[in-house]
């Protein structure tokens, strides 16, 4: 991952919704110290299954940073479940049983989520044909379309704002 | 009293908004110069009634006036002067007070900085600026005002939301909301060029300084989040792809876009319809950003519905600006008629995939970004889409962009010899792929694919840049005549290094701080030691201290390289009184290669306390290049050739024959 999944992220318009905020933000870090990694479940693979889960009750917060009570609860299950030995899958599986599609930060491939999942690599190949259309067509184009007046009117324009130099 | 006399200066400034979105635009086609003249003193005016509003909300805070209902909301006695001022921004109507008043700053700035621009070219801008400004104002009277009175008067207020207690945020939103506004310039530009039917070179070199400016700020704005976000927060992250970060990021991705488009319409005349287009898109994603947060329909569709006058109104608002331009387009755009050819491998196909890559991938975001409403709206439940999926996409499609950003600055205008292009740049490719390839083999720890592509991309920035600026040398032959490049009028080429390092400074930052950052949740008791990324950390106890308007849990942490006390931590946990959560505010050692971070977490009893520490390096490097972009951008705008007065009544004369061609 480029990015870290870092959490609860900045507030670029700062102040939207504190209301909603209030309910569950921030009491802090240092969310899984409490539980025992000596055993089969480790803190990183512990740490990167929850990082990826959404605390339900939070505005956008992983289960990994939230404080809220329900995240707390939440990773006492992950926590038990890991450590009764279920795997990754199973685990995930049981969340999105109990709390549907919505716990996932990363959301699963299936119909109704092929627009997103396809979607940016259409726009991608819309792009690049346009892309190629445009410069075919331009490499085609005579070599200006300015009538001899226009361009005249033009350069005397730039002339006199005082041209530069011929670097964007 | 400040709050009626708020009021009714909001009221003044509408009534001159519309003066302002009439007048002049009416002057410029019936030629009647004193219509048009009206432009510039109503923007003035504009400026000036709203600045008076905001010193009344400002007063109302300062002066713990709680009879005003926005104050009762976001005021307290107890907060801090700094944090009453900015407490002015803090919430849904301040903020929505700044933008306007930010609006008409931008527009009074057109005013008095144009004079040089033909006069018909002004109004138009200015009327335009003016019907931006009536919607706002309007929103604000109706949905959203600010002066709003509260009876019975509480005693006290519930004051500013403690994330925002801080100095990096009381400064974020006014940078952030400059830039947002700052693309209404250009905006405006392009609709009153589009409305006088031509498009051209002299457009461009107009509308380029305030793009710019406003790209500085955009820019300025963001890096200021993510630092904001990463000192505060305490979590060590600095990107979330969250939704309001998203509403920054769409208008910035765009609006680099426009910027180099622009590049393309002032140098060759080209692009001039894309331009429009995208000038056009850049305002609508930042009003579209703002009211996205605004709304609240992000956290839920149903948000919406709680408040229908604001939600129809935003809607109405975004269809009758992005609707009535596009039509304005539609009309206009297809009489003009494009610039000259280029051949295949030129500088003007580069810039234009550069254009196509931004636009693609700021489309993906928007699409990331309204997939969930548009799932729940369509009944299929709800849905997440976070930080996994947006960065899936991100490694996918920015390395195309990267790719082409190290040729771009090489090709020339119009034509350049493929092959010629290959010589010149296959050693600094050979050179990229195996810094890359080295920094992806597993033989250290922290060594992954991701990690290979992002400092080979990297290297190939600065590769590349670095055969730009030889070129530059040789061709300029000497340092004497880059300093008169940099003190006359050719400053933009090394703007655009600078802007370009900045790119790969970020670049490294990002690759590094994600792939060799540690991070332990550790339970420490006073004395215990705990050794993380080759450096010892001692937990020395936690004890109380008090605050301006908080009691704070403050705890001590020396971290030792070795032998040696490198560092002594302070991170806090700071309680703001009832009604409140707890806020933490991390300890930080500062580094130009790496931070050591620590914050609290609970106190788990008997002294001991959950602590998390981070070692995070070179994450400075992340912001340092956000910096070195804005710095970019202010040395193309201090280029001289955009402040060249020239004599106003030749240019006007000329500029309106080019302004007013069909009209």
Same mark, same amino acid.
């Given at each position: 991952m480029i990015f870290s999944p870092a959490p609860r992220a900045i507030w670029p318009l700062a102040p939207i919704a504190f209301a909603l905020l209030l309910a569950a933000l921030h009491a802090g870090a240092g969310t899984v110290a409490r539980y025992d990694f000596s055993g089969p479940v480790t803190e990183e693979h512990f740490k990167a299954v929850i990082g990826k889960l959404r605390c339900l009750v939070c505005q956008n917060e992983t289960l990994l940073d939230s404080n809220a009570e329900l995240a707390q609860d939440l990773r006492d299950e992950v926590y038990q479940l890991m450590a009764s030995g279920k795997s990754d899958e199973e685990v995930i599986d049981f969340l999105v049983a109990r709390y549907g599609d919505f716990v996932l930060y990363d959301p699963p491939v299936k119909p109704s989520t092929y627009l997103l999942w396809y979607g940016p690599f259409a726009l991608f190949v819309i792009g690049v044909v346009a892309l190629v259309v445009t410069v075919r067509r331009r490499t085609r184009n005579p070599e200006s379309t300015l009538s001899a007046e226009? /361009?005249? /009117?033009?350069e005397r324009l730039l002339r006199e704002a005082g041209e530069g130099d011929e670097h964007p | 009293m400040s709050g009626e006399l708020g009021h009714f200066a909001l009221i003044l400034a509408l009534c001159l908004a519309v003066v302002q979105a009439t007048v002049p635009l009416a002057g410029s086609y019936t030629g009647n110069r004193t219509w048009m003249s009206v432009g510039p003193s109503t923007a003035t005016g504009q400026f000036v009634f709203l600045a008076i509003a905001f010193g009344a909300l400002m007063q109302g805070f300062l002066a713990d006036d709680f009879s005003i209902r926005y104050v009762a909301e976001n005021g307290n006695?107890?907060?801090? !002067?700094?944090?009453? !001022?900015s407490a002015v921004w803090g919430a849904h109507e301040g903020s929505l007070l700044l933008w306007v008043l930010m609006l008409s700053g931008w527009g009074m700035a057109v005013a008095l900085l144009s004079r040089h621009l033909p006069q018909v070219m002004q109004a138009r801008v200015l009327s335009v600026l003016g019907m931006v400004a009536i919607g706002f104002l309007l929103f604000m009277l109706f949905t959203s005002n600010p002066f709003e009175r509260l009876y019975p008067v509480p005693a006290e207020g519930r004051s500013l939301n403690p994330l925002l207690q801080d100095p990096g945020l009381a400064v974020h939103p006014p940078l952030l909301y400059m830039g947002y506004v700052g693309f209404s310039v250009a905006f405006a530009f392009a609709l009153a060029a589009l409305l006088g039917g031509k498009l051209d070179a002299a457009w461009a070199r107009w509308s380029r300084p305030w793009t710019t400016t406003a790209w500085i700020f955009l820019t300025l704005g963001i890096t200021l989040g993510s630092w904001w976000a990463y000192n505060e927060l305490g979590w060590g992250g600095w990107w979330f792809w969250d939704p309001v970060e998203n509403a920054s990021f769409m208008p910035w991705l765009v609006g680099t876009a426009l910027i180099h488009s622009l590049a393309v319409t002032e140098k060759r005349g080209a692009f001039k319809t894309w331009t429009v287009l995208l000038a056009i898109a850049a305002f609508s994603m930042s009003l579209l950003g703002t009211f996205l947060v605004r709304s609240g329909v992000l956290t839920s569709v149903h948000a919406f519905a709680n408040d229908p006058a604001r939600g129809v109104f935003i809607l109405a608002f975004l269809s009758v600006v992005v609707g009535g331009s596009l039509a304005i387009y539609a009309w206009r755009a297809p009489h003009i008629r494009g610039g000259g050819r280029f051949d295949f491998v030129s500088r003007e196909t580069f810039l234009l995939a550069n254009n196509v890559l931004l636009v693609v991938v700021a489309a993906l975001i928007l699409l990331g970004t309204v997939f969930p409403l548009i799932y729940d709206a369509l009944g299929w439940g709800k849905i997440s889409v976070g930080f996994p999926w947006f960065n899936k996409m991100f490694v996918t499609f920015m390395p195309f962009l990267l790719l082409l950003m190290g040729v771009g600055p090489l090709a020339r205008?119009?034509?350049? @010899?493929?092959?010629d292009l290959v010589r010149r740049l296959r050693l600094a490719f050979g050179v990229s792929l195996a810094i890359g390839i080295a920094f992806a083999l597993p033989v250290y720890q922290g060594a992954s694919a991701l990690m290979g592509l992002g400092i080979g991309l990297a290297a190939w920035l600065l590769l590349s840049l670095w055969l730009a600026v030889r070129d530059r040398l040789k061709h300029r032959r000497g340092a004497r005549a880059v300093l008169r490049d940099l003190t006359t009028q050719g400053r933009s080429f090394y703007a655009m290094v600078l802007a370009h390092l900045g790119v790969a400074v970020t670049l490294i930052g990002i690759t590094l701080v994600a792939n060799l950052e540690a991070e332990r949740d550790v339970r420490m008791a006073p004395g215990h030691t705990y050794e993380l990324a080759g450096y010892g950390f001692r937990f020395d106890g936690v004890r109380n201290v008090q605050g301006p308007n908080y009691l704070a849990a403050r705890g001590t942490i020396t971290v030792f390289d070795g032998d040696r006390q490198i560092a002594v931590l302070h991170p806090e946990k700071r309680n703001y009184g009832p009604g409140t959560m707890p806020m933490t505010e991390s300890g930080i @050692? !500062?580094? !130009?290669? *790496?931070?050591?971070?620590a914050s609290l977490g609970e106190d788990l009893g008997g002294g001991e306390w959950a602590v998390r520490l981070y070692y995070k390096p070179f994450v400075r490097w992340i912001w340092a290049g956000g910096i070195l972009m804005a710095l970019g951008?202010?040395?193309?705008?201090?280029?001289? *050739?955009y402040r060249v007065r020239v004599r106003r009544r030749s240019t006007a004369t000329a500029g309106e024959a080019l302004a007013g061609g069909r009209a």
């Amino acid at each position: 991952m480029i990015f870290s999944p870092a959490p609860r992220a900045i507030w670029p318009l700062a102040p939207i919704a504190f209301a909603l905020l209030l309910a569950a933000l921030h009491a802090g870090a240092g969310t899984v110290a409490r539980y025992d990694f000596s055993g089969p479940v480790t803190e990183e693979h512990f740490k990167a299954v929850i990082g990826k889960l959404r605390c339900l009750v939070c505005q956008n917060e992983t289960l990994l940073d939230s404080n809220a009570e329900l995240a707390q609860d939440l990773r006492d299950e992950v926590y038990q479940l890991m450590a009764s030995g279920k795997s990754d899958e199973e685990v995930i599986d049981f969340l999105v049983a109990r709390y549907g599609d919505f716990v996932l930060y990363d959301p699963p491939v299936k119909p109704s989520t092929y627009l997103l999942w396809y979607g940016p690599f259409a726009l991608f190949v819309i792009g690049v044909v346009a892309l190629v259309v445009t410069v075919r067509r331009r490499t085609r184009n005579p070599e200006s379309t300015l009538s001899a007046e226009e /361009r005249e /009117r033009a350069e005397r324009l730039l002339r006199e704002a005082g041209e530069g130099d011929e670097h964007p | 009293m400040s709050g009626e006399l708020g009021h009714f200066a909001l009221i003044l400034a509408l009534c001159l908004a519309v003066v302002q979105a009439t007048v002049p635009l009416a002057g410029s086609y019936t030629g009647n110069r004193t219509w048009m003249s009206v432009g510039p003193s109503t923007a003035t005016g504009q400026f000036v009634f709203l600045a008076i509003a905001f010193g009344a909300l400002m007063q109302g805070f300062l002066a713990d006036d709680f009879s005003i209902r926005y104050v009762a909301e976001n005021g307290n006695t107890q907060l801090p !002067v700094i944090y009453k !001022v900015s407490a002015v921004w803090g919430a849904h109507e301040g903020s929505l007070l700044l933008w306007v008043l930010m609006l008409s700053g931008w527009g009074m700035a057109v005013a008095l900085l144009s004079r040089h621009l033909p006069q018909v070219m002004q109004a138009r801008v200015l009327s335009v600026l003016g019907m931006v400004a009536i919607g706002f104002l309007l929103f604000m009277l109706f949905t959203s005002n600010p002066f709003e009175r509260l009876y019975p008067v509480p005693a006290e207020g519930r004051s500013l939301n403690p994330l925002l207690q801080d100095p990096g945020l009381a400064v974020h939103p006014p940078l952030l909301y400059m830039g947002y506004v700052g693309f209404s310039v250009a905006f405006a530009f392009a609709l009153a060029a589009l409305l006088g039917g031509k498009l051209d070179a002299a457009w461009a070199r107009w509308s380029r300084p305030w793009t710019t400016t406003a790209w500085i700020f955009l820019t300025l704005g963001i890096t200021l989040g993510s630092w904001w976000a990463y000192n505060e927060l305490g979590w060590g992250g600095w990107w979330f792809w969250d939704p309001v970060e998203n509403a920054s990021f769409m208008p910035w991705l765009v609006g680099t876009a426009l910027i180099h488009s622009l590049a393309v319409t002032e140098k060759r005349g080209a692009f001039k319809t894309w331009t429009v287009l995208l000038a056009i898109a850049a305002f609508s994603m930042s009003l579209l950003g703002t009211f996205l947060v605004r709304s609240g329909v992000l956290t839920s569709v149903h948000a919406f519905a709680n408040d229908p006058a604001r939600g129809v109104f935003i809607l109405a608002f975004l269809s009758v600006v992005v609707g009535g331009s596009l039509a304005i387009y539609a009309w206009r755009a297809p009489h003009i008629r494009g610039g000259g050819r280029f051949d295949f491998v030129s500088r003007e196909t580069f810039l234009l995939a550069n254009n196509v890559l931004l636009v693609v991938v700021a489309a993906l975001i928007l699409l990331g970004t309204v997939f969930p409403l548009i799932y729940d709206a369509l009944g299929w439940g709800k849905i997440s889409v976070g930080f996994p999926w947006f960065n899936k996409m991100f490694v996918t499609f920015m390395p195309f962009l990267l790719l082409l950003m190290g040729v771009g600055p090489l090709a020339r205008w119009k034509h350049h @010899d493929p092959a010629d292009l290959v010589r010149r740049l296959r050693l600094a490719f050979g050179v990229s792929l195996a810094i890359g390839i080295a920094f992806a083999l597993p033989v250290y720890q922290g060594a992954s694919a991701l990690m290979g592509l992002g400092i080979g991309l990297a290297a190939w920035l600065l590769l590349s840049l670095w055969l730009a600026v030889r070129d530059r040398l040789k061709h300029r032959r000497g340092a004497r005549a880059v300093l008169r490049d940099l003190t006359t009028q050719g400053r933009s080429f090394y703007a655009m290094v600078l802007a370009h390092l900045g790119v790969a400074v970020t670049l490294i930052g990002i690759t590094l701080v994600a792939n060799l950052e540690a991070e332990r949740d550790v339970r420490m008791a006073p004395g215990h030691t705990y050794e993380l990324a080759g450096y010892g950390f001692r937990f020395d106890g936690v004890r109380n201290v008090q605050g301006p308007n908080y009691l704070a849990a403050r705890g001590t942490i020396t971290v030792f390289d070795g032998d040696r006390q490198i560092a002594v931590l302070h991170p806090e946990k700071r309680n703001y009184g009832p009604g409140t959560m707890p806020m933490t505010e991390s300890g930080i @050692d !500062v580094g !130009v290669t *790496r931070d050591l971070y620590a914050s609290l977490g609970e106190d788990l009893g008997g002294g001991e306390w959950a602590v998390r520490l981070y070692y995070k390096p070179f994450v400075r490097w992340i912001w340092a290049g956000g910096i070195l972009m804005a710095l970019g951008g202010l040395l193309a705008v201090s280029d001289p *050739r955009y402040r060249v007065r020239v004599r106003r009544r030749s240019t006007a004369t000329a500029g309106e024959a080019l302004a007013g061609g069909r009209a």
